[in-house]
């Protein structure tokens, strides 16, 4: 007598191998990139663009669209102040990994974390200052100083969330 359960089972593992094998007759060469990073850590997209190369002048963003038409920029040739009371995220800045002059983002009351700021790794000029942006828990700036690699001078943060940083981080204000 057949066993109906093992059968299924079998069955079953026999379908799901099959939806997980290497199809190389596929008009795409099997090779369909399904990336979707809908995580929120600190990582960036594999598909995003980072080919604008740098940004030529001093930026003033005021707008979720100004900051949208920085994505893909590399660096920033001159400052860069982030004053947007509507951004809800920096992710357009993913790609950016050095600002020429000072950085400022301050006056942002519905920024939360700073996960577009992932790749920057140099403020060169006129300092940090981060400031007055109530949901932004200050482990956030802890982080981002953590991953420059040089602290700039001078280094400007207050009048953010303050919260229990655990563990703290190194160069935690």
């Given at each position: 007598m057949i066993d109906i359960k093992n059968l299924l089972l079998g069955l079953a593992l026999a379908v799901v191998a099959a939806g997980c094998s290497d199809d190389s007759s596929r008009s795409d060469g099997g090779t369909t990139d399904s990336d979707v990073?809908?995580?929120?850590?600190?990582?960036?997209?594999?598909?995003?663009?980072?080919?604008?190369?740098?940004?030529?002048?001093?930026?003033?963003?005021?707008?979720?669209?100004?900051?949208?038409?920085?994505?893909?920029?590399?660096?920033?040739?001159?400052?860069?102040?982030?004053?947007?009371?509507?951004?809800?995220?920096?992710?357009?800045?993913?790609?950016?990994?050095?600002v020429g002059g000072y950085l400022n983002v301050y006056d942002n009351s519905a920024l939360v974390d700073l996960d577009g700021l992932n790749a920057l790794t140099s403020v060169v000029g006129g300092g940090l200052h981060i400031y007055d942006n109530g949901g932004l828990p200050d482990c956030e700036i802890c982080d981002l100083l953590d991953q420059l690699a040089t602290a700039p001078t001078p280094i400007d943060v207050h009048d953010n969330q303050s919260d229990a940083c655990t563990p703290v981080p190194t160069n935690c204000p």
């Open positions: 990073d809908t995580d929120t850590d600190t990582d960036t997209d594999a598909d995003t663009d980072c080919s604008q190369g740098e940004y030529d002048g001093d930026l003033d963003v005021t707008t979720q669209t100004d900051l949208e038409t920085l994505a893909g920029y590399t660096s920033i040739a001159g400052y860069l102040s982030i004053h947007c009371a509507s951004c809800t995220d920096l992710i357009a800045l993913s790609c950016l990994t050095s």
